[in-house]
């Protein structure tokens, strides 16, 4: 305002009797877009990692679905089966006396050792087969994987997947003899134990795996009238 009372405009910022807002200059919006482009590429990185983690994590539990479905299906087969071999090597040559089931006959009670062993043999039931096949179960050192086979050893074929490592499967065959008068006649039981790691991409985790089965089959000595 001069010395007679009027208010003085500068002239370059009124267009048409309309004052004229100041803009944004040219280091401001440099700025405030240097700030969107790292706010925008730290929050794409993040999504991207948690994608990634997120499809992993998927990965991963499909393996060791893997792993415990090859488990469940040994389960399975063992409740249905009859003499159970505890004398297999780690070839799964198998010499032991047979731990049989409604058998009159002995059973073996122990695995070969304290430690288990890496092979088990067993009759059992098989798709397709209306009588007891001769199943083996063992564990390969080489593909690092747990094998089946249901013609008595002759081909093998894997029941775990190439991303489940399997670092050691070991089968504890225990139960007591023939129930028989004055005897015990407890019911025979199979221990598994497997470990070994799941690699999915760069990813590695390590599990074991333990569950124990008995045969539905009852370990009875049947007495017939003299």
């Known amino acids: 305002m001069n010395k007679k009372g009027f208010t003085l405009i500068d002239p370059s910022r009124v267009t048409g009797g309309t004052r004229v807002k100041r803009g944004f200059t040219l280091i401001e919006i440099i700025v405030s877009t240097a700030i969107f482009t790292v706010v925008v590429t730290v929050a794409i990185g993040a999504l991207t990692s948690l994608n990634k983690t997120s499809r992993e994590a998927r990965s991963l539990r499909v393996v060791m679905d893997n ?22 090597n ?16 002995t059973v073996l009670l122990t695995t070969s ?3 288990g062993n890496s092979c088990i043999r067993f009759y059992g039931p098989i798709t397709g087969s209306p009588t007891l096949s ?9 593909s690092k994987s747990v094998q089946r086979s249901v013609d008595g050893g002759i081909t093998y074929v894997n029941m775990t997947a190439p991303e489940v490592e399997v670092s050691s499967m070991t089968f504890f065959v225990n139960g007591t003899t023939l129930g028989d008068v004055g005897g015990i006649g407890d019911q025979p039981v199979v221990t598994m134990l497997m470990s ?31």
């Open 113 to 115: 050792g304290t430690g």
């Open 67 to 88: 792993a415990n479905s090859a488990l469940d299906s040994m389960s399975r087969t063992m409740r249905m089966g009859i003499r159970f071999d505890g004398g297999c």
């Open 90 to 105: 780690a070839d799964c040559v198998c010499g032991g006396t047979d731990m049989n089931t409604m058998r009159d006959n």
């Open 134 to 142: 001769e199943i083996r179960y063992k564990y390969d050192g080489i």
């Open 196 to 226: 070994g790691i799941a690699r999915v991409s760069t990813y590695a985790r390590p599990f074991s795996i333990q569950t124990t089965i008995a045969p539905r089959t009852p370990n009875l000595k049947i007495i017939t009238p003299s």
